[in-house]
């Protein structure tokens, strides 16, 4: 989905998120992730520089970081943001005019993808797979939810809200 709104939509950026992950081979820091010890988290989290982050169950951490919005701002552009679902809705509270859509895959869809992906160990699929589970249940709180059973119809219906939305903002 977010390949898709980046590609159809020319003034829309990725908002690079910060995680305390440690980078994967052929992975790019400031592409991919601002990579970050946990000291280095916890300074910038009390120092008051996420939007927004999310505690992961296996431990990880990831977030936005303000500075990250403002150099899309600077740039005249919309930022992007690819979040967790307590992410997503810490932005709405936050940002009244922000757009939330639930991108919502079958649980065997998803499965499936992690596996074929083989970025993460059997037991962190077991907990992503048991956390969208859980996460189901609040997709009502979000703007919109698209089903994701078909990626192209649904990379196409995101496109479609954001376009609209944007339309209807300007």
């Given at each position: 989905?977010?390949?898709?709104?980046?590609?159809r939509?020319?003034?829309l950026?990725?908002?690079?998120?910060a995680?305390?992950?440690?980078?994967?081979?052929?992975?790019?820091?400031?592409?991919?992730?601002w990579?970050?010890?946990?000291?280095?988290?916890?300074?910038?989290?009390?120092?008051?520089d996420f939007?927004?982050?999310?505690v992961?169950?296996?431990?990880?951490?990831?977030?936005?970081?303000?500075?990250?919005?403002?150099?899309?701002?600077?740039?005249?552009?919309?930022?992007?943001?690819?979040l967790?679902l307590?992410?997503s809705?810490?932005?709405?509270?936050k940002?009244?005019n922000?757009?939330?859509?639930?991108?919502?895959?079958?649980?065997?869809?998803?499965?499936?993808?992690?596996?074929?992906?083989?970025?993460?160990?059997?037991?962190?699929?077991?907990d992503?797979?048991?956390?969208?589970?859980?996460?189901?249940?609040?997709?009502?709180?979000?703007?919109?939810?698209?089903?994701?059973d078909d990626?192209?119809?649904?990379?196409?219906?995101?496109?479609?809200?954001?376009?609209?939305?944007?339309?209807?903002?300007?």
């Open positions: 989905m977010v390949q898709a709104l980046l590609a939509i020319p003034r950026r990725l908002a690079v998120s995680t305390t992950r440690p980078q994967r081979p052929g992975e790019v820091e400031g592409f991919h992730y990579y970050l010890s946990e000291e280095e988290f916890d300074r910038r989290l009390s120092d008051g939007l927004e982050y999310h992961f169950p296996w431990g990880q951490r990831s977030g936005t970081l303000i500075s990250e919005l403002d150099r899309i701002a600077d740039a005249g552009d919309i930022p992007l943001l690819e967790e307590n992410g809705l810490a932005v709405k509270k940002v009244p922000a757009l939330t859509i639930f991108v919502d895959a079958p649980l065997e869809e998803l499965e499936r993808r992690l596996r074929e992906r083989a970025t993460e160990s059997s037991g962190e699929i077991d992503r797979i048991a956390l969208a589970a859980e996460q189901r249940r609040l997709a009502g709180l979000f703007d919109y939810v698209v089903e994701n990626r192209e119809r649904a990379a196409d219906d995101c496109v479609d809200l954001v376009e609209r939305e944007l339309a209807a903002c300007r």
